[in-house]
């Protein structure tokens, strides 16, 4: 019989016989359960709320739990923050946190992180309000936060400060304490094709004629505006009166009378030869230059009264001339090389030539500037323009080089400068002390935005005001270009030359 039967079995006979004896049997009690033994309290000897198993010394209630401490494994004294420990004391390799994080723990030579300031402008000074920090360079950054101005590589510290209106070395503010000249001014653009040009100081007129479009027109320089004349034949040159006020335009074969202010043709009368040159005299009479190929006269037409004289002087062809500011002479050169500057003295209202320069010269283009007592030639040479026979005409010096053959010359006392464009450097302004003729300097032109391309003008014509204050220029695009209109006009404060 299987075991747990048996013990049923018993049970229920033992409380059979207990019933019959003296009833049912009772069975003892079940203890009641297992209770722990009371743990004791742990100590905190020195009450400063931490027990004996927390404190590093639970004597002292100034010394109190373990600290947490950060590797410093190649104790350079930078820390690798990932890895911590606590202890109540520091150990070999482990150091207090917040210390500045090693980029390599495990290598004394390597020490912590870099500041790495944002170098926008790509000057290698960074703006040192955005900052960030890495152990090597991110791109665009740079370790010198000291940039005054991010969004210009033309200023960072140590550049040389310039006359640009920018703090450049970022000391001392725009400029420091250097005397600047004012700002170029942008170009202006003529909307005429230029054949010759001229300039009236009186009424500050640049007069140009335009050939394609067979028109003198009047510009003021310092606005744009123009007042066009329209002229019965093609024009080839043009000469404005040193009073002001008129100009004669020549054509081949007529001569125009033009006023100024306001603009509108007077008359056009008969010569006969193609002008290469006209000199608009006083008296309203214009010598007319035969061009290369005519042998005739030289050619006095009066204006006014619709004569023509001819001069004694013949077979002069291609000869240029500026009239001398005193009205009562004329300087001229021929074209080509090996020629002599010449004199035309007006006698009885014609050009009769005069004396020459012993020294020759390339011809093709001289100027009176200023007071007209000087004369440059192409090459630079300066002669004498005197009313005294010993002195005119005698050469003075030759400027100071390097320089080439020239292409436009202006000056005047009241300036105190003499400006020069050469063919080397066609749009930079070579300028010269107007008394001595030393070199101070040279001013380069601004470039003018065409089709979205900064393009270089080459100066054709300069012009200095009758008060000295301002410098005008005529310049073109190069022709290679394309434009319609090319030429464009820049008025300059005198105060830009150096």
Not at 113 to 122: E, I, N, T
Not at 248 to 264: F, I, K, R, Y
Request: proline share 8%; hydrophobic share 35%.
């Amino acid at each position: 019989m299987p075991r747990i039967r048996t013990r049923r079995l018993l049970v229920w006979m033992l409380w059979v016989v207990g019933g019959c004896v003296g009833g049912p049997l009772t069975l003892p009690a079940r203890p009641p359960p297992h209770e722990p033994p009371e743990q004791p309290t742990p100590a905190d000897a020195d009450g400063d709320g931490l027990t004996t198993l927390a404190d590093c010394d639970d004597t002292d209630p100034t010394v109190g739990a373990a600290l947490l401490w950060v590797a410093d494994r190649d104790q350079d004294g930078w820390v690798d923050p990932s890895t911590t420990h606590r202890a109540c004391r520091a150990l070999v390799g482990w150091s207090e946190p917040g210390g500045p994080i090693d980029c390599d723990d495990s290598d004394p030579g390597v020490g912590a992180l870099s500041s790495w300031f944002v170098d926008a402008d790509g000057d290698g000074s960074g703006d040192s309000t955005f900052a960030v920090s890495a152990c090597a360079r991110p791109p665009g950054t740079t370790l010198d936060g000291s940039d005054c101005d991010d969004t210009d590589s033309d200023a960072a510290p140590g550049l040389p400060e310039v006359c640009d209106g920018i703090d450049n070395d970022c000391v001392d503010g725009v400029d420091d304490t250097l005397v600047c000249a004012p700002p170029l001014p942008a170009w202006r653009p003529v909307w005429f094709q230029i054949t010759d040009a001229d300039y009236d100081p009186v009424h500050d007129l640049i007069v140009l004629v335009s050939q394609p479009e067979r028109v003198l027109v009047a510009l003021d320089p310092t606005d744009g505006t123009s007042d066009v004349v329209d002229l019965p034949l093609d024009p080839l040159v043009v000469s404005v009166a040193t009073a002001g006020g008129t100009a004669a335009a020549g054509h081949d074969g007529w001569v125009s009378l033009v006023d100024l202010t306001p603009a509108e043709l007077r008359t056009t009368a008969r010569s006969q030869a193609e002008a290469h040159d006209v000199v608009l005299a006083p008296n309203q009479r214009a010598m007319v230059f035969p061009t290369q190929g005519q042998h005739v006269p030289i050619q006095t037409v009066d204006l006014v009264g619709d004569t023509l004289t001819l001069s004694s002087s013949t077979g002069y062809e291609g000869i240029v001339a500026e009239l001398h500011p005193d009205g009562d002479r004329l300087y001229g050169i021929e074209q080509g090389s090996s020629r002599r500057v010449e004199r035309y003295d007006i006698v009885e209202n014609t050009a009769q030539i005069g004396p020459q320069s012993s020294e020759t010269v390339w011809g093709g283009a001289l100027w009176l500037p200023g007071d007209g007592d000087r004369i440059l030639t192409r090459q630079g040479e300066v002669f004498h323009a005197s009313s005294d026979a010993t002195v005119d005409l005698t050469l003075e010096t030759t400027l100071p080089g390097p320089i080439g053959h020239l292409k436009a010359v202006t000056g005047s006392a009241e300036t105190g400068r003499l400006v020069v464009v050469d063919e080397v450097a066609p749009d930079v302004l070579q300028v010269f002390d107007h008394t001595t003729l030393k070199r101070t300097g040279s001013v380069t032109l601004p470039r003018q935005l065409v089709a979205g391309v900064e393009r270089t003008l080459q100066v054709g014509w300069l012009f200095v005001s009758d008060d000295g204050t301002t410098v005008h220029v005529l310049a073109q695009v190069d022709a290679g270009v394309g434009l319609s209109h090319p030429w464009s006009v820049l008025s300059l404060s005198a105060e830009v030359l150096p």
